[in-house]
């Protein structure tokens, strides 16, 4: 079936010619997972945005395999920029679950080459997972499928404006990070504007998380940062305080 909206990506990257000059690199009897949080209304969009059949599994502990529209969004893509490849449709909530998925992805084709994925498409990010630098539980199941001959593709530059990186200093020795430009003193706020009735989540990161022992990271230095969050008055209205534990 031909999908009534097509990506603006298949144009971009030229997948549409792929799909119709080369015919050899057709994408029948691929298999294509989409891991997400949830399929929401995918039912309704087999056979025209999605292909006429697909193949699902929920991994969440109350078995929802609705619980998001996000992954059908990226079903639809996956279907655009291959159209004749069979997706398979799995969802999780946590880490633990997701860690659940893959595994199970993985052994099905261990135990049947028919039913081998050879392409999982995972646009997920994890807050403070890890230490940024391919170690920690997360990347280990994906390093678990790349050793199956499974590619992994992942969502990248999601948050590319909404993030702050940069070493800590303290010019002015008042232990407050000093954003921007560190000769300026006073700019110790990152500030941002937040839309009313709207949930925002922030999160800090540091690199501090010790030796990746393949399992669990070593004893680190144990620096302790504390994030607070202030509205235009200067209240606090949330904070992370809690003294840090394992060392980090």
Same mark, same amino acid.
């Given at each position: 079936?031909?999908?009534?909206?097509?990506?603006?990506?298949? @144009?971009?990257?030229?997948?549409? @010619?792929? &799909?119709?000059?080369?015919?050899?690199?057709? %994408?029948?009897?691929?298999?294509?997972?989409?891991?997400?949080? =949830?399929?929401?209304?995918? $039912?309704?969009? +087999?056979?025209? @945005?999605?292909?006429?059949?697909?193949? /699902?599994?929920?991994?969440?502990?109350?078995?929802?395999?609705?619980?998001?529209?996000?992954?059908?969004?990226?079903?639809?893509?996956? #279907?655009?920029? *291959?159209?004749?490849?069979? +997706?398979?449709?799995?969802?999780?909530?946590?880490?633990?679950?997701? #860690?659940?998925?893959?595994?199970?992805?993985? !052994?099905?084709?261990?135990?049947?080459?028919?039913?081998?994925?050879?392409?999982?498409?995972?646009?997920?990010?994890?807050?403070?997972?890890?230490?940024?630098? =391919? /170690?920690? +539980?997360?990347?280990?199941?994906?390093?678990?499928?790349?050793?199956?001959?499974?590619?992994?593709?992942?969502?990248? =530059?999601?948050?590319?404006?909404? #993030?702050? @990186?940069? *070493?800590?200093?303290?010019?002015?020795?008042? !232990?407050?990070?000093?954003?921007?430009?560190?000769?300026?003193?006073? !700019?110790?706020?990152? %500030?941002?504007?937040?839309?009313?009735? /709207?949930?925002?989540?922030?999160?800090?990161?540091?690199?501090?998380?010790?030796?990746?022992?393949?399992?669990?990271?070593?004893?680190?230095?144990? $620096?302790?940062?504390?994030?607070?969050?202030?509205?235009?008055?200067?209240?606090?209205?949330?904070?992370?305080?809690? !003294? &840090? %534990? *394992?060392?980090?």
């Amino acid at each position: 079936a031909i999908p009534f909206v097509i990506s603006e990506g298949v @144009e971009k990257t030229d997948a549409d @010619e792929w &799909q119709t000059i080369i015919s050899y690199r057709s %994408t029948e009897n691929v298999k294509v997972c989409i891991l997400d949080l =949830g399929f929401q209304g995918y $039912n309704a969009l +087999l056979g025209s @945005e999605l292909p006429s059949s697909v193949k /699902t599994r929920s991994f969440r502990a109350d078995g929802d395999l609705y619980a998001s529209a996000h992954g059908t969004a990226c079903a639809e893509i996956v #279907h655009d920029m *291959a159209p004749d490849a069979e +997706l398979w449709l799995v969802n999780f909530s946590t880490d633990v679950e997701y #860690h659940n998925a893959v595994s199970w992805i993985i !052994d099905q084709g261990m135990a049947d080459e028919d039913q081998k994925v050879d392409i999982i498409s995972c646009s997920v990010g994890w807050l403070n997972s890890g230490a940024g630098n =391919g /170690t920690g +539980l997360i990347c280990e199941d994906v390093k678990n499928a790349y050793y199956n001959d499974i590619i992994w593709v992942s969502a990248a =530059g999601n948050e590319a404006e909404r #993030h702050w @990186e940069g *070493a800590f200093r303290d010019p002015d020795a008042d !232990d407050w990070c000093n954003f921007e430009d560190p000769a300026q003193a006073e !700019d110790e706020w990152f %500030t941002f504007y937040a839309v009313a009735g /709207t949930t925002y989540q922030v999160a800090l990161n540091w690199d501090d998380w010790g030796t990746w022992m393949g399992s669990n990271y070593s004893y680190s230095e144990g $620096n302790d940062y504390d994030l607070f969050l202030y509205d235009s008055g200067g209240l606090v209205i949330a904070a992370s305080n809690n !003294d &840090q %534990t *394992a060392g980090a």
